[in-house]
């Protein structure tokens, strides 16, 4: 398994990391099922207008995100790019490239989700790589540790309803 | 396999495509082993001064181009990052992403190459990937498809003589 980054870049990064009360596989198909993300994806009350996911390395990962006012986000343009597929243990996926491996007009970051089953649940980690300080301070400003362990807790709450 | 890309994104794309006589197997050594590539990799006054290969997705791809004037290109920096590694078929690396996934500061290309064992030798096809109509104008200006056929010419010898 490649590391998720050189040592070295790990203050380029920003990590979500808890323990959650389902099994991987539950997590696993919130995650992949494009039918379930558009549920618990965007931190409420915005919501999740659409969702494409080509589960493989090179196929397309999109989810357009709806704000309160109406107002999409990532409708237009390619979408991003699956990396790298290990199932119920790790998800990598990027906005620096488009589906096909084409390199992306607007590049921010990559995602690598991991899963360890764990007693009593999952060992929940995402892991959101940047190419600079820059974008890594923009991304924290935006509320990336609110908003991702927001979404965390819409997962659990669907997939429990849906178990 | 994943597409190349999307079909509608072809002219965004410069593709070599041609057949030399040598096997598969020859080809792909000559593209993967970090002893082998700097023989060939730069067209000839230019050298390749270093060579960095980890064989898998989100290994790293770095190739240290040299001018005859002794300047250096890609030594700084974290390298480009494989994608996928489909062994004597198909091999897709970028520089739109580092090792490890993350994404690199100024992106400019995907690499796909792909071999197939025809009669008398390999239909060698490279299809480079880029973002937009400006990059790949930019790539063909800086000499692309006499560059890149030039070096298949220099691998075509380096294999025959290794052989």
């Given at each position: 398994?490649?590391?998720?980054?050189?040592?070295?870049?790990?203050?380029?990064?920003?990590?979500?990391?808890?323990?959650?009360?389902?099994?991987?596989?539950?997590?696993?198909?919130?995650?992949?099922?494009p039918?379930?993300?558009p549920?618990?994806?965007?931190?409420?009350?915005?919501?999740?207008?659409?969702?494409?996911?080509?589960?493989?390395?090179?196929g397309?990962?999109?989810?357009?995100?709806?704000s309160?006012?109406?107002?999409?986000?990532?409708?237009?343009?390619?979408?991003?790019?699956?990396?790298?597929?290990?199932?119920?243990?790790?998800?990598?996926?990027?906005?620096?490239?488009?589906?096909g491996?084409?390199p992306?007009?607007?590049?921010?970051?990559?995602?690598?989700?991991?899963?360890?089953?764990?007693?009593?649940?999952?060992?929940?980690?995402?892991?959101?790589?940047?190419?600079?300080?820059?974008?890594?301070?923009?991304?924290?400003?935006?509320?990336?540790?609110?908003?991702?362990?927001?979404c965390?807790?819409?997962?659990?709450?669907?997939?429990?309803?849906?178990?």
């Amino acid at each position: 398994m490649p590391p998720a980054s050189r040592p070295e870049d790990g203050h380029l990064d920003l990590v979500l990391s808890r323990i959650v009360a389902v099994p991987p596989e539950l997590v696993w198909k919130a995650w992949t099922d494009p039918a379930i993300l558009p549920k618990w994806f965007a931190p409420r009350p915005w919501t999740t207008a659409a969702c494409e996911i080509d589960l493989r390395p090179g196929g397309v990962f999109r989810a357009v995100m709806k704000s309160p006012e109406g107002e999409e986000f990532g409708r237009e343009g390619p979408g991003g790019c699956i990396l790298e597929v290990v199932e119920h243990e790790r998800l990598v996926f990027t906005d620096a490239l488009g589906p096909g491996f084409r390199p992306a007009e607007t590049p921010f970051f990559t995602v690598v989700l991991t899963l360890e089953a764990v007693e009593g649940g999952t060992r929940y980690t995402a892991r959101v790589l940047h190419r600079n300080e820059a974008d890594r301070q923009k991304h924290e400003a935006m509320g990336f540790t609110a908003g991702w362990s927001q979404c965390l807790d819409q997962l659990v709450e669907v997939v429990t309803a849906e178990d």
